[in-house]
T-cell receptor
Framework: EDKVVQSPLSLVVHEGDTVTLNCSYE??????LLWYKQEKKAPTFLFML????IEKKSGRLSSILDKKELSSILNITATQTGDSAIYLC???????????FGQGTILTVHP | EAGVTQSPTHLIKTRGQQATLRCSPI?????VYWYQQALGLGLQFLLW???????NRGNFPPRFSGRQFPNYSSELNVNALELEDSALYLC???????????FGQGTRLTVV
């Protein structure tokens, strides 16, 4: 059965800190890995990584896919209070249309 | 451009009743996905629709069903509601399968 595990489960930092969130996956015939930010209800799309796109960057956020280690990291530099949210990692594989989600990392950024 | 829209925002039903949840995808998107997010649990895949057909379903009983209409909007039906069905139901859409999927705000279903 496909499995995605995120670490840490929660993280508390101060504004300006840099954080690294981890995601490891066990997915049959891996095809893609996605990162989302969930603040209240709707998960907001951040990045999608595949074999043809293993590194993505947008502003202070960046993500790297390590297919050898079956993992991905999400980096946030110069954190702001608005970065406080649950960060979700999801992987897609053989089961078309299905994303398997991790349990999420709760990030709290204090002023 | 409008994002994925879901209705209603909240829904309260009695055990044994049926619930119908609706989703309108982003314009141009043909794939629609449904997920359940129960309290304390991660997002669980329910159903995938594409071009009007159910293409895949997760490990949920048959009383969870749905359909996709010619305009690609979708509805999720949950029959014989149980207390454990109380959850946030999220709909997502994408241009094609295995492309970026964007979520709606969700429908909070409460079964009493």
């Amino acid at each position: 059965e496909d499995k995605v595990v995120q670490s840490p489960l929660s993280l508390v930092v101060h504004e300006g800190d840099t954080v690294t969130l981890n995601c490891s996956y066990e997915v049959t015939n891996f095809r893609s890995l996605l990162w989302y930010k969930q603040e209240k209800k709707a998960p907001t799309f951040l990045f999608m990584l595949t074999s043809s796109g293993i590194e993505k960057k947008s502003g202070r956020l960046s993500s790297i896919l390590d297919k050898k280690e079956l993992s991905s990291i999400l980096n946030i530099t110069a954190t702001q209070t608005g970065d406080s949210a649950i960060y979700l990692c999801a992987a897609g594989g053989t089961s078309y249309g299905k994303l398997t989600f991790g349990q999420g990392t709760i990030l709290t950024v204090h002023p | 451009e409008a994002g994925v829209t879901q209705s209603p925002t909240h829904l309260i039903k009695t055990r044994g009743q049926q619930a119908t949840l609706r989703c309108s995808p982003i314009s141009g998107h043909t794939s629609v996905y449904w997920y359940q997010q129960a309290l304390g649990l991660g997002l669980q895949f329910l159903l995938w629709y594409d071009e009007g057909e159910e293409r895949n379903r997760g490990n949920f009983p048959p009383r969870f069903s749905g359909r996709q209409f010619p305009n690609y909007s979708s509805e999720l039906n949950v029959n014989a509601l149980e207390l454990e069905d109380s959850a946030l139901y999220l709909c997502a859409s994408s241009l094609y399968e295995n492309t970026e999927a964007f979520f709606g705000q969700g429908t909070r279903l409460t079964v009493v």
